[in-house]
């Protein structure tokens, strides 16, 4: 079983910066696709970035510029930097573990860009 976990998020001002984190356990986080996802209000959730086990990295168009996407093996760890925050970037942004035909989500965290 693998455990995801997300910290970071929080209230910012338009124009801000966020770096959200995300844990996973497991013997094989190497091995995992990692996403980040997010789901605004009245919205469909998106995929917003992703990173492959061999770090590949894509973005969701809207955000390509503005944030980047990086895992550290040896800590187990994955990283969302988001800079020039919109308000339309506000929502809850949530991680996933991809690994062995699996999908392993963490409980998602709150971000909202406001004045």
């Known amino acids: 079983q693998v455990q995801v976990v997300e910290s970071g998020g929080g209230l910012v001002q338009p124009g801000g910066s966020l770096r959200l984190s995300c844990a996973a356990s497991?013997?094989?986080?190497?091995?995992?696709?990692m996403y980040w996802y997010r789901q605004g209000p009245g919205k469909q959730r998106e995929l917003v970035a992703s990173?492959?086990?061999?770090?590949?990295?894509k973005l969701l168009t809207s955000v390509k510029g503005r944030f980047t996407i990086s895992r550290d093996n040896a800590k187990q760890m994955v990283y969302l930097q988001m800079n020039s925050l919109k308000p339309e970037d506000t929502a809850v942004y949530s991680c996933n573990a991809h690994w062995d035909n699996l999908d392993y989500w963490g409980q998602g965290i709150q971000v909202t860009v406001s004045s």
């Open positions: 990173i492959s086990s061999g770090g590949t990295k």
């Open positions: 497991g013997s094989f986080f190497s091995r995992y696709a």
